[in-house]
């Protein structure tokens, strides 16, 4: 650990023990917890927001993520649609000693919050894709996220800076609402990147514009600090609300930002030609098992949950689905032991709240099954589209919220199921579309990136009659441009049946 590491963990050390104490109000403890993405909840406890890079966590980590919350409070981990782990309704005498548990399963809370570098996203199927990739981007963001951990200005920025390293073209739309997006592209049997940045959702959402067509794969921590740079330098500090890297494209123009960053990069010369010490991808020793013929739900659930990907089509990246990204102690560390039962030793989390993991696609019928088996409590295997349409956290929990949007999703969720009954060929046409082209947010500050949904759905309040009602506003989206809204407010009651035909719209 690091001597700033060590002072920051002091610092925070210190100002828990003053709120506990009653000598600091909780919105100044925020000042001092923001940063390690620790926030207060509704409920007055306390939100916990572990980094995972690239969304890839090794099966003994969720054991002791597990454990962490089992000493704690035997409450629940949270999945997030920026592929880390939230540990939730944490007392405050047990802040510390959480962050100092998970320090010691290499699980960092340092940047989970506040005005930080933020989770570094990666393509979950990344080393393992159906769609030609050049290579694996996982170990640059281990190298990224090493390298950042100690670079001071990272954690002294005007507001949150997301970067995101993307193994395939197919994910463009994800690098250009990035602060900072890079794809994974080769020239000339060169390995590189195709730069973006300053794209970004929120009350003002914008697409990133192009930075370079291709970058030699060395220079990309020389692309972040620049960027990193260009922030801390030209980001508003005045007011938060204009703070990110998206208003300094808005208020200079593209051309302007673009040679902006050029020369931002052209100074962070010492940062070139920086690969990671380690280039290597995670192995795997998969359990091969005895081939059986799959029941017809399990045929159909593998139509859906897994994707072969190579080696003569015997991996298959799967997908077990978390029902609102939620899962308990117990669960967790049973998903845990699953994994390495099917001979996987690190799982992936998505931007969807679910778990990815490699199998020998032998292993799917028996994978199938045990899920059913073990966890009855919880819908795995995506029986119904309740807890499985993308929400953010929603005002109950977040301070900041205005609606309750994974109540507002179950509704659209229940809609779905009735229209669309399993095993119903109707379902299986429109599945795909439903669980990755649906998010709900609370607020407009986005979390679940509804302004780039085919469909997105934002709560607010508004005055009717004189009455402050909830009310909700669709966005839709289609070609890789930002949703945009006809600004009609809906109320609660009218938005399933208005998805639902935005839905059959859409697969016209
Ligand atoms: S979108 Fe709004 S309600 Fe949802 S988590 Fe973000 S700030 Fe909270």
Redesign the pocket.
């Known amino acids: 650990m690091s001597t700033e590491l060590n002072k920051s963990h002091l610092e925070l050390k210190a100002a828990v023990g003053q709120f506990i104490q009653g000598e600091i109000s909780a919105s100044d403890l925020k000042h001092e917890a923001a940063p390690f993405g620790i926030y207060q909840q509704r409920n007055e406890l306390f939100m916990l927001r572990v980094r995972v890079a690239g969304g890839h966590i090794t099966t003994q980590q969720l054991r002791g993520l597990a454990k962490v919350v089992e000493s704690h409070n035997g409450g629940h981990v949270h999945l997030t649609s920026r592929q880390d782990i939230q540990l939730h309704d944490i007392a405050p005498e047990n802040i510390y000693d959480a962050v100092k548990q998970c320090g010691a399963c290499a699980l960092p809370f340092k940047g989970g919050g506040g005005n930080t570098y933020r989770n570094i996203l990666m393509s979950p199927d990344s080393g393992f894709t159906d769609e030609p990739a050049p290579f694996d981007v996982l170990p640059y963001i281990i190298g990224l996220n090493s390298f950042l951990q100690q670079y001071e200005h990272a954690f002294q920025l005007p507001r949150k800076y997301k970067i995101g390293i993307f193994a395939k073209q197919s994910e463009r739309g994800n690098a250009l609402l990035q602060d900072l997006g890079l794809i994974a592209t080769e020239q000339n049997g060169v390995q590189g990147f195709e730069v973006y940045g300053g794209g970004g959702m929120g009350r003002y959402s914008a697409l990133g514009v192009k930075l370079f067509d291709f970058i030699p794969a060395g220079e990309f921590i020389r692309c972040a600090v620049a960027m990193n740079e260009l922030f801390y330098d030209h980001g508003n500090r005045e007011n938060r609300n204009q703070a990110r890297i998206r208003f300094i494209v808005k208020n200079i123009g593209e051309e302007k930002f673009v040679e902006l960053f050029q020369q931002y990069f052209t100074a962070a010369e010492a940062f070139a030609n920086k690969l990671p010490a380690d280039l290597n991808s995670p192995t795997l020793e998969l359990k091969e098992f005895a081939a059986q013929t799959p029941t017809a739900e399990c045929s159909a659930w593998q139509q859906h949950a897994a994707v072969s990907v190579n080696l003569n089509n015997t991996v298959a990246m799967t997908t077990i689905y978390v029902p609102h990204g939620n899962l308990t102690a117990n669960q967790l560390t049973k998903l845990a032991n699953l994994a390495e039962q099917f001979g996987t030793s690190f799982v992936r989390l998505t931007q969807q709240q679910n778990m990815v993991l490699p199998l020998h696609r032998s292993a799917l019928p028996c994978l199938y099954d045990t899920l059913g088996s073990e966890f009855a409590e919880l819908d795995l295997r995506l029986k119904s589209f309740k807890g499985n349409l993308t929400?953010?956290?929603?005002?109950t929990?977040?301070?900041?919220?205005?609606?309750d949007?994974p109540t507002m999703a179950d509704k659209i969720a229940a809609e779905l199921d009735q229209l669309f009954p399993l095993g119903s060929e109707k379902r299986d046409e429109l599945l795909r579309k439903i669980i990755t082209g649906i998010k709900v947010?609370?607020?407009?500050?986005?979390?679940?990136a509804h302004p780039a949904a085919a469909i997105g759905v934002q709560?607010q309040k508004t005055k009717i009659d004189g009455k402050l009602t909830d009310v909700w506003k669709i966005f839709l989206s289609k070609d890789g441009q930002l949703g945009t809204s006809n600004d009609e407010l809906l109320e609660t009651a009218a938005i399933p049946t208005a998805i639902h035909q935005q839905l059959l719209a859409l697969n016209e």
Not at 391 to 395: K, M, N, Q
Not at 397 to 403: F, P, Q, T
Not at 441 to 448: I, K, Q, R
């Open positions: 929400c953010c956290i929603g005002a929990v977040c301070k900041i919220g205005i609606l949007s947010s609370g607020c407009p500050n986005a979390c679940s709560g």
